[in-house]
């Protein structure tokens, strides 16, 4: 970029291990490289601090700023959000997760000069199977702090457009952005097969399902382990490799138990770089009720592994109606197991999908087109 030099805050909610924290961190790099002034705020956590203080970077850490809705809590998130602020002086802030949309935007409003506000999304919660109280909620609150916003960048169409017919109104515009992965370096950290079921500690015969996600409930991992038990029954050398953590991990251990595949599923746990694992499997499985536009979906496409997900968030536009991996209905593992078994078996159509998707990777998703448009939207460039 060719502008003055920034001073740039991305803030989100948590500091804990996910696609959006390895993004701002990538993100932040970049914006470094750009010679920005480069500021990372967040929440509970200790994975992202870490990972900045290798990197240099400069963060701020919000004590009252938690993933559950707390009034009084949220509330004293609010003013020391707007402290930091204050205090930081920033050009312009870009807002990540839902929480820290709605006490980033309330915050920046309580101070003078105001920064550019710029609020990425990377999946509506209104969009997840939540109780008719809990849905209002959550659009009235994204509505009502749109208009502190200058612009909301949505990463597909579909929360783009979900947004509009709500009602979520920002002040300049609501744009779209997908998620993009520099392919040349993904690529070359990837571990070999042999390597990366090593590092697993999965048999070397074994019929692999991978999963890469955080344990949380919008992932559907205890329904899952319905579709596992199928799968099971008709692929006795079948396993199914979790890899991450979180708070729904005894819940999904228990409905192994129940569906008796506790055997049969390896909890590999949290890892850092876990992508690099990738080619320890046979097929990519993300069975998630609720998504944005997933990363772990488009590292399994630049991987080539063959991918089953389920129709929720980007899945299908990522991969174009099913022409670079399966697609099925959320919530429902008998498809679920169906197209998990199809996609193991059928080699023609596993090395057509997998050739579409590399092609995808390749067209629609670069990574520095990704950085380029957040920048430009969050510097008020045109």
């Known amino acids: 970029m060719e502008s003055a030099k920034k001073h740039v805050v991305l803030a989100v909610t948590l500091a804990e291990p996910g696609g959006v924290q390895s993004f701002l961190l990538a993100f932040a790099e970049w914006l470094r490289t750009k010679g920005h002034d480069v500021t990372i705020v967040a929440g509970d956590g200790m994975w992202l601090y870490a990972q900045c203080r290798v990197r240099g970077i400069r963060t701020v850490q919000l004590r009252h700023l938690k993933r559950n809705i707390s009034p009084l809590e949220d509330l004293r998130a609010i003013r020391e959000c707007a402290r930091v602020f ?52 959550y659009t009235w609150i994204e509505r009502k702090t749109a208009s502190k916003k200058d612009a909301i960048i949505c990463v597909h169409p579909g929360d783009a457009q979900a947004a509009a017919q709500r009602g979520i109104t920002p002040r300049e515009s609501i744009e779209v952005v997908p998620n993009g992965i520099d392919l040349p370096t993904f690529r070359s950290q990837l571990l070999d097969r042999e390597t990366a079921r090593a590092t697993l500690g999965v048999p070397a015969d074994a019929r692999v399902f991978g999963t890469i996600a955080h344990f949380y409930p919008p992932k559907d991992l205890p329904r899952y382990m319905e579709a596992c038990s199928i799968v099971a029954r008709a692929i006795p050398t079948a396993r199914f490799v979790l890899v991450g953590d979180g708070m729904e991990r005894p819940a999904i251990e228990a409905a192994a138990r129940t569906h008796q595949v506790d055997r049969q599923v390896l909890f590999a746990g949290a890892r850092d770089h876990a992508s690099r694992l990738l080619r320890a499997f046979d097929t990519f499985v993300l069975p998630s009720a609720k998504e944005g536009m997933p990363w772990s979906v488009l590292e399994a496409m630049a991987a080539e592994i063959p991918c089953v997900v389920t129709d929720v968030g980007a899945n299908r536009w990522m991969l174009e109606d099913g022409a670079a991996g399966w697609i099925v209905l959320p919530q429902h593992p008998v498809a679920l197991a169906n197209a998990m078994q199809e996609a193991l078996n059928n080699a023609d159509a596993r090395a057509e999908k997998t050739r579409r998707a590399m092609q995808i990777i390749q067209t629609r998703f670069p990574l520095e087109r990704t950085f380029q448009e957040n920048a430009r939207i969050l510097l008020g460039r045109r």
């Open 86 to 137: 204050a205090e930081l002086k920033p050009d312009a802030i870009h807002l990540n997760s839902s929480k820290m949309g709605a006490i980033g935007a309330l915050a920046t409003a309580r101070i003078h000069p105001k920064p550019r506000t710029v609020y990425r999304i990377g999946g509506w919660v209104f969009l997840e199977p939540l109780s008719a109280w809990k849905r209002w909620l």
